[in-house]
């Protein structure tokens, strides 16, 4: 683990990233809840031709900051401090959820240094149903820290997994997932559900250049489809996928979440070897 201290709004944060590998930069970015190991599956896959970085940003595992208030940009600009302290120039861009959407406000904000961009489940802007499923994981988080109870991370396989997880599993099996996500939710995540209700990148998407993969879940509960054309309609230089899993898919499918992207990856090497824009 590295470490770099970086100025946000509310005071210095001291973010901590897993460095693997060799070969061009590659940057991941998580989602709301989760950490820096929700990348391991991607990262095994990749760590033989990608230098590959991956934070956690405030909220988060072994990140320590003021515990305040955050915003978009806060969390985008510890994206390009960690790519600083770790020596990247340029870099590949990849992000889950909130992790997509600072990815997406990092490559708008420095769109020299990013050479791709992956976006899975991102989003354009919180409109009023978004907000008000935020609101509701804020009612929870605030219920469990008030009482102990743990209807939080009860409502993760409902909201967060397609009908593929539904049709393998048991409820025993459901019941040690929760148990599992109750020992792993990151302590911030309130905190970040807060900068989940604040997103709109209608002003800075039109800056990002760099080619992007707008990757969405077949069966998405959180964020629509008419998202992801909004983000295809918004970025010059992009292309859709689509994975069969629900929001959460980097959990319900690792496999094959980082198949999608590696295959997009694999591809920007090739046209990068080649010298093709």
């Keep these: 683990m590295r470490q770099t ?3 946000t709004s509310g005071g210095p944060a001291t973010v901590a ?28 896959a990749v760590a033989d031709r990608f230098t590959v970085v991956a934070l956690d940003y405030s909220g988060s595992g072994d ?13 985008a600009g510890q994206v390009l401090a960690v790519a600083d302290h770790a020596g990247l120039d340029s870099f590949h861009l990849v992000g889950h959820s909130l992790g997509a959407v600072v990815a997406a406000q990092a490559a708008a904000t420095a769109p020299e240094r990013v050479r791709s961009l992956v976006m899975h489940a991102g989003w354009v802007h919180t409109d009023v149903r978004m907000d008000a499923e935020f609101r509701y994981w804020l ?9 102990g109870s743990e209807l939080f991370v009860r409502m993760l396989p409902l909201m967060a997994f ?11 099996a459901n019941e040690k997932l929760v148990r599992m996500l109750a020992g792993v939710l990151a302590p911030g995540t309130d905190r ?12 800075v998407l ?66 990068e070897k080649a010298g093709v824009a």
């Design 162 to 172: 397609g009908p593929r997880y539904w049709e393998r599993t048991d409820a025993a």
């Design 206 to 271: 039109g800056r990002i250049t760099a080619p992007t993969l707008v990757l969405a879940s077949a069966h998405d509960r959180v964020i629509g489809a008419e998202q992801q054309q909004a983000l295809m309609d918004s970025i010059a230089n992009s292309r859709y996928a689509e994975i069969d899993a629900g929001h959460g898919a980097p959990a319900e499918d690792p496999a094959g979440f980082a198949a999608k992207i590696t295959g997009f990856l694999d591809e920007r090497l090739a046209v």
């Design 63 to 75: 990140t320590t900051d003021h515990g305040g208030p955050l915003t978009l940009d806060d969390l």
């Design 17 to 44: 990233y897993d460095i693997t590998g060799t070969g061009p930069g590659l940057l991941l970015v998580h989602g709301t809840g989760a950490d820096r190991t929700q990348w391991r599956p991607l990262t095994e």
């Design 139 to 147: 009612e929870l988080l605030a219920a469990d820290a008030r009482q």
């Design 192 to 203: 970040q559900t807060e900068v989940d209700r604040t997103v709109d990148l209608r002003p």
């Design 5 to 7: 201290i970086v100025e």
